[in-house]
């Protein structure tokens, strides 16, 4: 079993778009997948009451920041969604869980710049510094046409950590999400571009990158 943490101290950098349409994945390829929500606001655990009971099943974890505990067993995935400013005992507890991080980054200069102490933080951790949890950066509506891109591209190239890939800026998430859905519970031809671009992320969080 497997614990991917999607984190980023930064708000509003596609932390619940990500965490959402990676369990979905799960739970499309017929995998007991569970979605936990460290975050106040609960975006994604409200996500789940939108989703259909027909589709692919996504298990609420409830996890207490206080007292971490670890996931049922028996589940094959559990991805865990984490609030802005992530720090203090939610930090412990989403490192505590985690097998895997995804860092989830935005092309803007603030962005940028929050992400780099974060990860610089993250590098201190004894559990990432023994090998223990992996780490891997995802850009975000990325506009490739844009200096913002270019800004992103030349950051990502200083990391010494693996690139898992840029996912474009595009309304199939927004529309998606508002009906509790993800990529992988529509026709692949409405959201066949977008499906290309999360290759390499799955196999990076199936092990196989």
Same mark, same amino acid.
């Given at each position: ?6 984190? !980023?101290?930064?708000? *509003? ?7 959402? !349409? ?7 390829? *017929? ?47 559990? #991805? ?11 930090? !412990? ?7 895997? #991080? ?28 023994? *090998? !223990? ?46 009906? *509790? ?29």
């Amino acid at each position: 079993m497997t614990v991917i943490v999607v984190a !980023n101290p930064k708000g *509003g950098v596609g932390k619940s778009t990500l965490s959402t !349409n990676l369990a979905g994945y799960f739970a499309a390829s *017929g995998e007991w997948v569970a979605l936990a929500d460290l975050d106040k606001q609960h975006s994604s655990h409200a996500w789940l009451d939108l989703r259909a009971g027909t589709l692919p099943p996504i298990e609420r974890w409830e996890v207490d920041h206080d007292a971490p505990a670890k996931p049922p067993k028996g589940l094959e995935h559990a #991805i865990v969604d984490t609030p802005a400013g992530l720090h203090g005992n939610r930090m !412990n507890a989403a490192l505590e869980l985690a097998d895997k #991080i995804i860092v989830p980054l935005q092309p803007s200069i603030f962005d940028i710049l929050a992400t780099q102490e974060f990860l610089e933080r993250l590098a201190k951790e004894k559990a990432v510094r023994k *090998g !223990n949890i992996e780490i891997g950066v995802v850009g975000m509506r990325v506009d490739a046409r844009t200096r913002s891109a270019d800004q992103l591209h030349r950051f990502v190239e200083t990391l010494k950590l693996p690139v898992l890939g840029y996912l474009r800026d595009t309304q199939n998430y927004v529309q998606l999400a508002a009906h *509790g859905l993800t990529l992988w519970d529509v026709a692949k031809s409405r959201v066949e571009k977008d499906l290309e671009q999360w290759q390499p992320i799955i196999e990076w969080t199936n092990g196989k990158a």
